[in-house]
């Protein structure tokens, strides 16, 4: 069976890469080996260092497995907690959308 491979963008390949290597610089301030921090998050070493290198297809929790064992499992929800253009969007009332309301049948007497 053919596995479809994710193919990025190069700029947010650039984020993802930064992020693997936010996840290893951790690794390596705890002192962790490889081989401790996969066995941890039950993953195998060789999927510990695709993390590290920011690799696309590797799925989202497992990432957040890792993020998990070196307990930073709490940084995860920062993303898009402070939404600026989405608050500019949804003040502005760009995105609501009305309903045109709906028929009424009529009926004959």
């Known amino acids: 069976m053919k596995t479809k491979k994710t193919v990025l963008l190069p ?7 930064v992020f693997g ?10 002192k962790l080996s490889t081989e401790q921090l996969s066995e941890r998050a039950n993953i195998s070493r060789s999927t510990l260092w695709l993390i590290e290198k920011g690799t ?3 799925a989202m929790g497992t990432y957040l497995q890792v993020l998990f064992v070196l307990g ?3 940084d995860f929800l920062q993303v898009a907690s402070d939404d600026t253009l989405g608050r500019k969007l949804q003040d502005s009332e760009l ?6 309301p709906k028929r009424t049948s009529i009926k004959p007497e």
């Not at 995105?95 to 045109?100: D, N, Q």
């Open 72 to 74: 930073l499992e709490k």
């Open 95 to 100: 995105l609501v959308k009305e309903r045109a």
């Open 21 to 30: 290597e936010n996840i290893k610089l951790a690794r390596l301030r705890r």
């Open 56 to 58: 696309a297809g590797v």
């Open 11 to 17: 700029s947010l390949q650039k984020v993802l890469n």
